[in-house]
């Protein structure tokens, strides 16, 4: 009996022993084999670093305003009896807005031009006895105040029918109306906007130290947010003399034409003011870079006879100026290197690569997105 017991545990332990050794050899396998794996390598797009001559430029932040804006009020007080405009409509200069009740101010005209009558016949029957020395000269410049005073107060009273018949001072757009028929206006009281757009001003400020090579004339370049992919030109008009002592900056106005009344007064705007001076400048495309809070990077393709392919550098830059779908190169590159184009984030040093542009994108220095 003891002797089977003694038989059964050793074939046990033998039976354990060679599968602890089966199972060694296959793990050591699977380690030797990880060893040796190589991944596949990664497809990517490239592009080469270029040069290019850029214009040199002056950025800034601008806000639009009108060449001619007021808010039309009421000169004198009246009643609204007529309201001749439509809000939002275009407007020649002296085209009738808003009419006030004068009907008080035309009884009297009639009474003063009575006045005024009765007091030019005065004055010519005293021209008429003052050559035949029939009255003395202060009678007849009695008679010649009496008619101006007469004149005077038909004047005065034709004034203030005008003033209450308020008309548009300049062209332009019409905003929303602030009266209502029947309403008594007091003096001042605003009645409508007016705004010129065919034209219109882009004012914007400039560090001091950029002052020597601002000029009247010179190209400026406006985008705005509200109008995607749309570059207004226009050229800039005025300089301040004065640069504003808490800013040190300098404030700039330039005018761009607005024909079809895109861009309002109040807009928040992107300004580039042209220089007359090009620089030689390398550029790779924007999406090239890896961003991050310690260097911005790039990766440098390299031919590796190791690996038999190509293999990956990261390579640390400095950036420049960016324009459109390009970037400027400081510092870090030299021209004709080969780069990766596309998808830089999912790379990593040293990881082996192949080249497939068929689906690169086409970089331009303007670009103008489809709308899908």
């Known amino acids: 009996m003891k002797k089977r017991l003694i038989v059964t545990i050793l074939a046990l332990a033998l039976l354990v022993a060679a599968l602890t050794a089966v199972k060694t050899m296959q793990?050591?396998?699977?380690?030797?084999?990880?060893?040796?794996?190589?991944?596949?390598?990664?497809t990517v797009t490239a592009g080469v670093v270029g040069s290019e001559s850029w214009r040199s430029e002056l950025n800034a932040i601008g806000t639009l305003t009108a060449v001619q804006g007021?808010?039309?009020?009421?000169e004198l007080p009246g009643k609204v009896v007529k309201i001749s405009f439509t809000p939002g409509?275009?407007?020649?200069?002296?085209?009738?807005?808003?009419?006030?009740?004068?009907?008080?101010?035309?009884?009297e005209l009639l009474g003063a031009e009575a006045q005024a009558k009765m007091s030019k016949a005065d004055l010519e029957r005293a021209d008429k006895m003052i050559r035949e020395k029939i009255i003395s000269q202060a009678d007849h410049e009695r008679a010649l105040a009496a008619h101006e005073q007469a004149l005077s107060k038909s004047s005065a009273i034709r004034v203030a029918i005008?003033?209450?018949?308020?008309?548009?001072?300049f062209s332009g757009r019409l905003g929303i109306r602030q009266v209502n028929l029947g309403q008594i206006l007091k003096e001042?009281?605003?009645i409508v906007t007016l705004q010129s757009l065919d034209t219109i001003y882009v004012d914007f400020?400039?560090?001091?130290?950029?002052?020597?090579?601002?000029?009247?004339?010179?190209?400026?370049?406006?985008?705005?947010?509200?109008l995607p992919g749309v570059t207004v030109e226009g050229r800039i008009t005025a300089i301040n003399p004065l640069v504003e002592s808490e800013t040190r900056n300098i404030h700039v106005q330039a005018t761009v034409l607005n024909k079809e009344e895109r861009l309002r007064p109040g807009m928040f705007v992107n300004v580039a003011v042209d220089l007359p001076v090009q620089r030689k400048v390398l550029i790779i495309p924007a999406t090239s870079v890896l961003y991050a809070?310690?260097?911005?990077?790039?990766?440098?393709?390299?031919?590796?006879?190791?690996?038999?392919g190509?293999?990956?550098?990261?390579?640390?830059?400095?950036?420049?100026?960016?324009?459109?779908?390009?970037?400027?190169?400081?510092?870090?590159?030299?021209?004709?290197?080969?780069?990766?184009?596309?998808?830089?984030?999912?790379?990593?040093?040293?990881?082996?690569?192949t080249v497939d542009n068929s689906l690169a994108p086409n970089f331009r220095q303007a670009p103008a997105p489809e709308n899908n």
Not at 27 to 42: C, L, S, T, W, Y
Not at 211 to 217: A, F, G, P, S, Y
Not at 322 to 332: L, N, P, T
Request: glycine share 10%.
């Open 162 to 169: 005008s003033k209450k018949t308020i008309r548009a001072p």
């Open 188 to 190: 001042g009281e605003p």
């Open 27 to 42: 793990i050591g396998a699977m380690i030797d084999q990880g060893k040796n794996f190589v991944p596949p390598p990664e």
């Open 89 to 107: 409509n275009f407007v020649q200069k002296g085209d009738l807005l808003v009419s006030q009740d004068t009907a008080a101010e035309e009884a």
């Open 293 to 308: 809070p310690y260097g911005d990077s790039v990766f440098i393709i390299e031919e590796n006879k190791e690996r038999n």
């Open 70 to 74: 007021v808010t039309v009020a009421a």
């Open 310 to 353: 190509q293999v990956l550098r990261q390579h640390f830059v400095r950036l420049g100026e960016k324009r459109g779908d390009f970037i400027a190169i400081s510092s870090g590159l030299g021209e004709g290197e080969k780069i990766v184009s596309t998808g830089v984030f999912k790379l990593r040093n040293g990881q082996a690569v």
């Open 205 to 226: 400020t400039l560090p001091q130290q950029q002052m020597t090579q601002l000029k009247v004339d010179l190209p400026v370049r406006v985008i705005c947010d509200a």
